[in-house]
């Protein structure tokens, strides 16, 4: 089973960046397919962005055009850039494996708090 590591969360302004990581352990982590979700205060946690073992990308509405997911294979780890940081994307970001569109295995998260 692949295990997590997410890191890069913090306090950050609104219109401020951050960078999450993911780091993946096992060998197998260049044929997952890999996500990252969040879960605000009282809300369900949600997809944010998706990345395929081919590279294809897919995005929330809410994150289009502000946030980029990518991978690093060599390193086993993939990335969430976040620009143009908005209060609303205050949430724990979790990464995850995902296995036919279901989310199989998950990191601890990393607290992301954007201030008005």
């Known amino acids: 089973q692949v295990q997590l590591v997410e890191s890069g969360g913090g306090l950050v302004q609104a219109g401020g960046s951050l960078r999450l990581s993911c780091a993946a352990s096992g060998t197998f982590f260049r044929f997952n397919n890999m996500a990252w979700y969040r879960q605000a205060p009282g809300k369900q946690r949600q997809l944010v962005a998706d990345i395929t073992s081919s590279l294809s990308t897919n995005y929330a509405d809410s994150v289009k055009g502000r946030f980029t997911i990518f991978r690093d294979i060599h390193k086993n780890t993939v990335y969430l850039q976040m620009n143009s940081l908005k209060p609303e994307d205050t949430a724990v970001y979790y990464c995850?494996?995902?296995?036919?569109?279901?989310?199989?295995?998950w990191g601890q998260g990393t607290q992301v708090t954007v201030s008005s």
């Open positions: 995850a494996t995902l296995s036919a569109g279901v989310p199989r295995s």
